[in-house]
């Protein structure tokens, strides 16, 4: 009957205009109280490939054997049909993963599809008062993005049948009643007409069809049933084409112009995964599992003065920026960093070519045993953590702090713990910093145990260890300024030299957008300035 009534309905109803012009509808007057509706691949994104989400997806959630298949499977997918394609995709990534530990559209995939947003997309979507998004993709690897960063209010994109708590690969048909309830709703919201298809939308696709049959059918019926394409056909008014060669002109998004900033992220893949990067990849792992264990063995039994050279030779390298300071070289400080990977205070010892200790939150034991360094545990009692500390300093020891308690990938400072203020009468504030190529070295959900595996693997790296100017903190253990403000200070040194943002945001904070909080949390500090 519904398909019966959306017919009846398009054969009464004018066919949308169709704009195949260069200028799209940039004036705000225009769209400033219309809808807008977006294709996801063909009108947001500057690539049209899903094939690098489905692949992260694939490893991040599944493992490398599961990657390796998809891997295996592309040729297959570029013979198929469009539709075709995405069901084998699918297939390959989701069977048999948990629903309920299904995690990577909301920690892995929002960085790669936030780098892959065209601007010029982006600021056309912002100017409609109101906005649906329409993928290809199941919605569990897109909705979470679209609502969360780019204030998508309605998220239509595929189901995936589930079975006894687990995906079984397989896509559900389309439910046009569920949309319908969806777009009411929507309706409902905008309060504009209480009859879908007289809704002033937009809709803002890829395809540029040589005669008009129409673009918006033909775009949604690789997604949809027949039913919901002449659906959603009823409810546009004006079709927006854009060309692939238009989309080759779009400039990738600024991260400064991101709608919400991206602070937290999880995952071990640090590269986009097309198919010729991910080839790569695992024409790597071989190699560079070999030439790990040799960094690894070369970096524990030879003198940095050494071993430096060496590593510098497998593109494992460190930079110094500016000089170290006199008074490092003749007695023993508290050096401050912000906290990258489990590495830094590897790289602060080999740069001062002098023994120091560190004290760590959650090293795994495996970390423990293979770090060249005196590592303590800390207990997060305040008490019996300054005890351990000063017990530390008193035998003279250079001892590393990293007051964030946590890892941050991004250019962001979280807070930093202000214990370490009422140690010493001054300390030394360290400015780090590292770039990967292939691996990231932390993680908030994944094997600790693996973090410095994972490092050693990569093709290439780069640490850069700075240390900056000596931090008077004797006057907050005099009582003359709290250890909260001299805490900020500290950590407004080390945002300003190395150009981050400092913010508020603690460990707490960073575990609970990674494990599902439905808050993004944003900063609350504007950008220091180097």
Not at 169 to 189: N, R, S, T
Not at 210 to 237: G, M, R
Not at 243 to 271: C, N, Q, T
Request: hydrophobic content about 40%; overall charge positive; glycine content about 6%.
């Amino acid at each position: 009957m519904i398909y019966l009534f959306t017919c009846l309905l398009s054969f009464f109803r004018s066919k949308p205009r169709v704009m195949r012009s260069k200028t799209l509808p940039l004036n705000p007057a225009e769209l400033s109280t219309k809808a807008l509706v977006f294709d996801v691949e063909g009108g947001l994104l500057r690539s049209s490939s899903s094939f690098p989400y489905f692949m992260l997806v694939a490893l991040e959630e599944g493992g490398l054997l599961r990657g390796l298949i998809l891997l295996l499977s592309y040729p297959l997918v570029c013979c198929l049909s469009q539709e075709m394609g995405i069901r084998v995709m699918v297939m390959v990534s989701f069977c048999g993963l948990s629903k309920k530990s299904f995690a990577a559209g909301r920690v892995v995939l929002p960085k790669f599809l936030l780098e892959d947003v065209g601007l010029e997309g982006l600021a056309l979507m912002r100017r409609g008062k109101r906005r649906v998004c329409v993928s290809r993709m199941p919605r569990v690897m897109v909705e979470w993005f679209l609502k969360e960063y780019l204030d998508v209010e309605v998220v239509v994109g595929r189901e995936l049948k589930v079975f006894c708590g687990y995906y079984t690969g397989f896509l559900e048909a389309g439910d046009i009643e569920a949309v319908k309830q969806e777009v009411d709703g929507y309706v409902g919201v905008l309060n504009l007409t209480t009859k879908p298809f007289h809704m002033p939308l937009f809709l803002y696709i890829q395809y540029d069809l040589p005669t008009f049959s129409p673009p918006f059918v033909t775009s949604i019926s690789h997604c949809f049933c027949q039913e919901l394409t002449n659906f959603y056909y009823l409810l546009v008014q004006e079709l927006y084409i854009v060309s692939e060669a238009e989309k080759r002109r779009w400039h990738p998004l600024p991260r400064e112009k991101y709608p919400k900033p991206l602070i937290f992220h999880d995952g071990r893949i640090a590269f986009r995964p097309n198919p010729i990067n991910t080839t790569a990849m695992f024409m790597w792992l071989p190699l560079g599992l070999t030439l790990a264990i040799s960094r690894l063995i070369i970096g524990l039994t030879l003198p940095y003065n050494i071993s430096t050279p060496l590593l510098a030779s497998t593109s494992m390298k460190w930079r110094l920026k500016g000089t170290i300071p006199h008074s490092l070289l003749s007695k023993a400080h508290l050096l401050v960093c912000n906290h990258r990977t489990l590495l830094d205070p590897v790289y602060i010892n080999v740069a001062l070519n002098k023994p120091v200790s560190t004290v760590t939150y959650s090293l795994s034991r495996v970390s423990e045993i293979l770090s060249p360094i005196k590592t303590v545990r800390l207990t997060r009692k305040r008490d019996v953590d300054r005890v351990a500390m000063e017990g530390m300093l008193s035998y003279g020891h250079n001892l590393v702090v990293c007051p964030e308690g946590t890892t941050c990938r991004e250019p962001y400072l979280l807070r930093f713990s202000p214990l370490f203020t009422e140690l010493a009468d001054e300390i030394v504030a360290v400015a780090v910093d590292v770039r990967v190529s292939m691996f990231y070295a932390t993680t908030a959900g994944g094997f600790k145990g693996f973090d410095a595996l994972f490092y050693l693997l990569n093709p290439s790296m780069c640490y850069e260890v700075e240390f900056l100017e000596t931090v008077d903190t004797g006057c907050v253990r005099r009582g003359e300024v709290s250890s909260t403000d001299m805490a900020n200070v500290v950590q407004g040194v080390i945002g300003r030299a190395l150009g981050f943002e400092c913010t508020k945001l603690t460990r707490r904070d960073k575990y609970m957008v990674l494990a599902g909080n439905d808050v993004i949390v944003e900063t609350n500090e504007k950008k220091t300035k180097g």
